[in-house]
């Protein structure tokens, strides 16, 4: 019985969207009657019916296999390079050497030449949920192996690749973030919109939620499947898993501070490795971050307004489920760029913040804190002077 091996290698291209856990899972559907005699550095879920085999029992039967990583601490025997991170990909900005994945498949009845062998169909990844849409597998130069003494080089039999892209949409039905604002300026604090990610009583589109006050508290939450990728979040007006907030703190001379928090609604979730994106003008005048990570993101060429801000590694990369500590926060130091700088008409706040690569739902523009101006004022007087006007006539 033929038997080949094949080397599968995902690379997660994103910029700012990780695989976080309980991790990816890779589905195919095989051209033949293949069978996974064997596996390292990943495992089918299922076996499938391998009743026809006597004695040697493949790893997997089943003509549609479903694939996922093994975890951390797997003997090394079961081991290849780039395995065993429990599903985990980070994004490719925020850690580039942990943003791919690999596992060696044995696979029998595939055939011994590049004329047999046929191409499998019909890819499905999830991470861990819906959202990836897989194209078809194409055929590509075959894939060069450099030996370890660097005077050898083989290659494959056959190489192909699948290209999968990601739909916030197909994700989910609601928004999963929204945006508050505030500032020194004004004691007006913008709240995020009001359903910005479902409504209470409707948990077709958000989902359940639970009141904070409640002296159930810990029971409903305890009994939660963590497992579960459906959020369970805390009871609000905005009903968002994810809240983050822009203040606009000091002004100084040369000079302007923010401080950002991002808040964690959802009880079934801890956020590991989370990340935001956030595009202002000003990001091209950072002079100094505290508590967070930076990097600059160009998707302009040269204009650089997008900033990507990440936990500290084992001080507050890991955004705790909702409660006292379901919170990161950090302040921002710019310089002033005195052609553009303003504090007036909402130029101070972002103009988009995504976080773990989802879009988050901004307040309307007309409702950001302004600057006390002199229109505020004429309109004043001008209702005093009709109400003289008014008593003198009178």
Known sequence: ?????AVVTMNNFQQYRHISAPGWSLGWTWAKKEVIWSMMGGQTTEQGDCSKFKGNIPHCCKKDPTVVDLLPGTPYNQQIANCCKGGV?????QDPTNAVAA????VGRAGTTNKTVRVPKNFTLKAPGPGYTC???KIVKPTRFIQPDKRRVTQALMTWNVTCTYSQFLAQKTPTCCVSLSSFYNDTVVPCPTCACGCQGNSSQSG???DPDSPHLASVVSNTDKNSITPLVRCTNHMCPIRVHWHVKLNYKEYWRVKVTITNFNYRMNYSDWNLVVQHPNFDNLTQIFSFNYGALTPYGSINDTAMLWGIK????????????????SELLF???????????????PRRIYFNG????MPPPDAYPWLPNAGSKQQVSLLALIMTSLHMGG
Do not use: H
């Open 335 to 349: 310089r002033k760029e005195k052609a553009t700088f303003t504090f007036d008409k909402g130029w101070a706040f």
């Open 208 to 210: 359940n939620c639970v």
């Open 358 to 361: 989802d879009n988050c739902v």
């Open 314 to 329: 084992f001080y507050n990369d890991l955004l705790m489920q909702a409660g006292p500590l379901g919170n990161a926060q």
């Open 1 to 5: 019985m033929d038997i080949g091996q």
């Open 89 to 93: 990909l980070s994004s490719w900005a």
């Open 103 to 106: 596992f060696q498949v044995s």
């Open 135 to 137: 194209g078809p597998a």
